[in-house]
């Protein structure tokens, strides 16, 4: 029998049984199988990676029992993979009653998982494909893993996948876990899958925000990993688009549907390399921040239409966000509504990219470059002043909503009151130059008047455990009635203030959250806590 090397694991509980391409072609029985070996016991090479750099799909189905298998074969569409966690499948599944070609992946004695290279179905007579192509042309695609060390035992994967055909319809997926050694993360006790803000990826305000060595202080997911928390998260792809660049047409109807979908199959490539790595194919923990936060909602309402076995999140963390004002007038989602609209109509017109972020970037460098020159925006304010304000100054998300927590000499900001400045600058000058502005017209559509009532009827069919996390000074409590909305029984809160009985705007920011000197005690040991027990 023909194999080849890829990676096994000692003492380990058997695992892996099949891995299904599914097809539109009958199915025969063929007890000529060839397979792929797995085994990384004897040397530090990744050959999981090699696996899953040659995969590509439509979608990604992962089943942990019979009766999960049964459904998948039944939802799958063309080009879809199925795993399964069980073995002697084809004793159990009348494959002859599949549209499926199969590929098993078998666990043997507990040292090795093997993966067949051979189909058990023959191919019908009238089916002739050439597979290299079906692959190429599947939407789908891994591009490129790579891994770096973040200290000596937490390590960085960061995996590029294809998700279309536009020139940036691909999406970084991250990694950061503990390893008892390289590409042998320990068991985990818990999970979580991040989602950035607006103009963010996942290093702007998760690993390095702000900063160049990440550590258990100023980085949530290296806490979050230093405590056993298998960490993801993704950068989207609009985040990828340089800043020489001048075409735009590529984002034109590129809004929350298309980054939802992004997530979702990301997440999905997750719980595979999880499986793949001795953590189980089981759902995931999905938290976003800001707009982000949007994003999961988002995720969490299209899963409640699907079948069961298509879903990939088991727990949600919105984090300072808000989908329904509490009251119907509220002038804020009034100012959200308009700015849909406006949205709506510049990209009616040609106008597909947002500059916000190459604004940031202009504001950032200023302060960094020449802290006391005059601002050109802000006439009577240094450039170090200007971008002080832009962070602690009251914004129109909400009453007194900052970024982060300034300090102010009457209303000249003098400082920020929770994390370090130098951050603050360093975060502005990494951000994205651009997003689509369909993004706006589409994300910001849920706060006018006519789409209340839709949005509120699909906050009520989520059912997954939620935890809430806010700063006083961001939407905090602003955020909590969307989660009142949701029929989930398992709702917490967790709002983050330094000053509960005073003024607003000098309170926690948004971005403190993550920013903040204070932060890896005041919100990522809840979340840690939460992640643990969910």
Known sequence: MKTKELFSWKFTPLFLAVVATIMTIGCTDNDDQDYVTIDSET?????WVNYIEDLSFESIILTENQEDLNEALQEAAEGDLIFFEDNDVQKKQNLKNSKGSFYALVGFDGEQIAISNKTISDISSDTSRDEKANKSNRSCRILEITRSSLSADIAHYQIMVRMGNGPYDVVRIHRVVRESRKYRPIRTEGNVFMIHGSSQDFDDIFLRP?????????????????????????DLGWTLVPLETKDFSFFLGWGTTKDTRHVLKSMAIARLVRGLTRQGFGRMNLLGFSYGAGLTYNAAIKETQEHRILRDIKGMIPTDFVMVYEQNDSAFGAGSCSLSEMSEVAHANGEYQ????????????????NPEGDSPVAPGLSNYQFALAAAGGPQPNGPDWHFLGGQFDGQIPTGLAYTEEERWFNLLISLAPYMPTYITAEGFSIFCPENRESIVADLNQIKIPILYLGAAGGYGQDGVFSTTLAGSSDVSVEIVTKLPNGPRILDYGHADLFMAKDASELVWKSLRDWLASH
């Open 43 to 47: 040397q530090d090479d990744g050959e």
């Open 354 to 369: 947002n500059t916000n972020g190459v604004g940031f970037i202009t504001v950032g460098q200023a302060a960094l470059d």
């Open 210 to 234: 702000g900063i160049e060595n990440p550590d258990a202080y100023n980085s949530s997911p290296f806490y979050l990993a230093s405590n056993n928390i298998d960490v993801w998260g993704i």
